[in-house]
Structure formats: C-alpha cells, structure tokens
C-alpha cells in the first residue's frame, strides 16, 4: 500500500493536500513540495526528557526573575545584537551566506565561554579532526568544549544527556535528521521535527541553543518559514565576501531589539570585534571630491556615521539606468523624483547609482538630507564640505522633517572630528550641542544644496 502524502510550503510551513503552483498561505509560486503525511510514533526522547522534567503552573506575581537569565558571550558586539547577553533557554538561529563566518563566530565563542559554561559543539558538516585544526587556527583551546560530529538527533539528545552542557550549539540545522521519519534531511519535516526536539531540550533544561541556517537564494533562511517562529532570535551575519568586514544584525529578538548591529572584521586568526565602526565606515572617505556625504543613523541605540557616495551621469538611453546599495531602492526613486521636481536639478535624464560605504544597509530616514545632497554634488560636480555631516528626512514637497534622538547623533558627529552638521531648522531649542561644533539650519533641500554645494575657494 503506497504511503500517504501531503504537501508543504516551504516558504511558511502551510499544509494542503494537493500539489499547487502557489501557496494559498502566503501566495509564493513554486514553494510547495511533497512530503510524508503526520506519523504516529512513540514519544521521541526529548518528549520523555521533558516529562520527567515536568512543571506545574506557577501564579505570574510569584515567579522569580533571576540575575543569571542572561549571561555574557565575551563579544560586546555579540552581546550587544542580543540584547545585552544570551538569555539562558534560549533559542537562537544564525542564518548567513555560506563561507562568511558562521561556524567561526561560534566556534569563536566556545573559546570566550570556556571555563565560564559547558559547550557542546555539534557539527553536521564537518568532522572532528577539521573542528579541531580550525580551533588551532583561531586560537581555541576548549578545555570545556566538547566536539561531536553527528547528524541523527537522537545521538545529539544522548550525548546532552550524558554531558548535561550549559550551551549546546549544532550546526547546521539543516543536516540534522531524525530516523523515524523517512523523508531526507533538510526537508519541511526534518527541519520542523529537529527544531521541535531542540525547542524542549531548550526550555525543559534551561540551556542555550545556538543553531546555524543555511540561507536561499533570496538570502532567507532555507526550509520552512514557521523555523523562524519557533526560535527566539533570528540572526542574520552579513557582508560582502571579497571585504573584511561582517555586520550582525537582529531580525527577531524576543529578548531585545531587532535595531542592534554588531560589527566584526574577518582578520587571519578569525573574526575580531569593531568597537567603533563609524572609524571603520569612515576609513578612506576621499575629501573635497563631488558625490559624497556623511550622515548620522542610528542603529538600535548606537549612533553610526556612514558615508552615501552617488554618481550622476547623462544618459542615452530612453529609460535611464538607477542601481541602489544599501538604501532602500524604492526610497531612492522617490529622493531623485524629489531632487528634480523640488530641487530644480533635472537629473530625470541621467544614470543615478548611489552606495552606501561599508556594506551597511541603511533604513534611517535621517539619511535622506545626505543622499539628496550626494546626488546634487554629483550632478553639479561639486564636492560637499568634508568637514559637514547632514541628518534630517526629506519629503515629498522637499521640505526636511525632524529625526529621532539628535542629541546622541552630534555627539557622535562631534566626537568623529566634524565641525558642522547640517539639520532640518526648528529643533535647536531642545539640542544639547557639542562644543566646536556649528549647526546650519535649512528647511528645505534647495536651502540645504545653496548652504552646502558651493564652489571651492
């Protein structure tokens, strides 16, 4: 008798029980593969381990909250991302490109726990003897890091069983498989049944799961989107490859906010913490050249100066080329639409290519006074003053609206060496200004560009 079968999105976990060329869930085409139907099956051992560990329900103004929820990584960046330090039962996903530095992060932060907390290192990719010569090259020791190489989760459950460790972290969650079900590792149901198993070890004994994901084509982590709901914290490790530098960034956190960056630099010897990225973002800025600005953005809590670099150039063609990194490409169409109506700059029948410095993706809106300011330098071949920083949003009718915590923003600014900073008019009364630096107050962008853009003396 042939097994029955369901079908799985794998974009959101939806179950239909026919094939579709789109998910009626979340209307993605091509996502909906075949899998086995739900089995009925004995309790797992997670499932035993959990019951013997079982919990009666406590009133909420009686529980206690202890000191020791969080604990620190030893990477104030990492800490950072996370909220201050990994919560204890927690479970954390680490998604990024293959090859830049997920297994080094955490194989790093074995040997920042060690001593302090039990690991356990378990790797689905590689075996014991490659864990061991990359521990070397970065320089981990690990008297309490334990290695297993394996990917049948039930060898997992029983090593935590025999070892009790106080940080468990598998990679990957994609190569880990449970035997009972027959479908291959890294499907809807592997990944699902995995994390599931995870999940309670996690809660039911309060220890700290570290999980590595692999990412899609798209940049997503890969297998079903109900992974993402199931975990605590979803963290993503950016960066271009062919750069040195590599970006943290929080896209759930249950403990924490998801605005945190934290920034790493991929060194010889394994990834080291930038404790002060606006130097590293700023590093190299050419001076007195036309299509570049420096902005203020806050990221989470922590202000960051990021250097918006434009390039403007008459076209031929009948639909002028625009390429955008690090903002938000719609966000950019609507500043260049704003430059020509508002700003007089006729900049409809040029190419328009704008980069943020660095790699850093930025969603402030106090971004736009520079990036306007960096398409008109471009435009008018006129450098803006490498000594001014611009902050404020711009709006449809070119008029520059307030941002959020400027107080923090020219401390930063000043802090960095700059002397003037250019912002929208209106808000000094509630200003703390550094001593040295000068404000220049505009209420629209022709102000701001007339302020700003004029020939060097």
């Not at 079968?5 to 974009?11: A, I, L, M």
């Not at 060496?417 to 630096?437: E, H, M, S, Y």
């Amino acid at each position: 008798m042939k097994a029955k079968t369901v079908f799985f999105c794998t974009d959101c976990g939806n179950e239909t029980p026919k094939w579709l060329g789109q998910c009626p869930a979340c209307s993605s085409w091509n996502t909906v593969v075949e899998q086995p139907a739900s089995y009925q099956q004995k309790a797992t051992k997670t499932q035993t381990v959990a019951r013997k560990n079982k919990k009666s329900p406590g009133r909420l103004d009686e529980l206690n909250i202890t000191a020791e929820m969080r604990f620190g990584t030893g990477y104030k960046e990492f800490d950072r991302v996370l909220g201050g330090g990994a919560v204890t039962g927690s479970l954390v996903l680490v998604g990024g490109l293959p090859g830049i530095g997920k297994s080094t992060l955490l194989l790093q932060l074995c040997g920042k726990l060690d001593g302090n907390q039990t690991v356990l290192y378990v790797s689905g990719e590689e075996s014991e003897s490659q864990i061991k010569m990359r521990a070397e090259r970065l320089g981990v020791t690990g008297k309490s890091t334990y290695v297993l190489a394996e990917t049948d989760i039930s060898e997992v459950l029983d090593a935590f069983e025999d070892l009790k460790p106080d940080v468990l972290i598998v990679d990957s969650i994609q190569t880990l498989y449970n035997p009972d079900i027959s479908s291959a590792p890294g499907s809807v149901t592997q990944v699902k049944d995995c994390t599931m198993s995870l999940l309670q070890l996690s809660k039911g004994h309060g220890v700290t799961v570290f999980l590595v994901g692999h990412v899609n084509k798209e940049g997503a982590i890969a297998g079903p989107k109900v992974l993402e709901h199931m975990v605590d914290c979803v963290l993503y490790f950016e960066g271009e490859q062919s750069m040195n530098y590599r970006i943290l960034r929080a896209a759930k956190n249950r403990y924490g906010s998801t605005n945190e960056i934290g920034v790493f630099e991929m060194l010889g010897t394994g990834l080291s913490e930038v404790l002060n990225p606006s130097e590293m973002l700023l590093a190299g800025r050419p001076e007195n050249t036309p299509g570049t600005c420096v902005t203020c953005v806050i990221e989470g809590t922590r202000p960051i100066l990021a250097e918006i670099q434009a390039l403007v150039t008459p076209s031929a063609a009948n639909m002028p080329r625009r390429n955008s990194n690090g903002i938000e490409f719609n966000r950019s169409q609507m500043l260049l639409a704003v430059l020509q109506q508002r700003g007089g700059l006729r900049v409809s029948g040029c190419d328009a290519y704008i980069n943020v410095i660095g790699g850093l993706s930025i969603d402030d809106p106090g971004a736009d006074l520079a990036t306007i300011l960096a398409l008109a330098a471009a435009y008018m071949d006129t450098p803006v003053n490498s000594e001014i920083v611009a902050v404020g949003e711009v709006g449809l009718t070119g008029e520059l609206r307030q941002v959020s915590q400027i107080n923090p923003r020219l401390s930063e600014i000043a802090r960095m060496g700059f002397t003037a900073c250019v912002l929208p008019r209106g808000i000094k009364n509630r200003l703390d200004v550094p001593q040295g630096l000068k404000l220049i107050e505009v209420k629209t962008i022709t102000e701001a560009i007339e302020a700003t853009l004029r020939k060097p003396e």
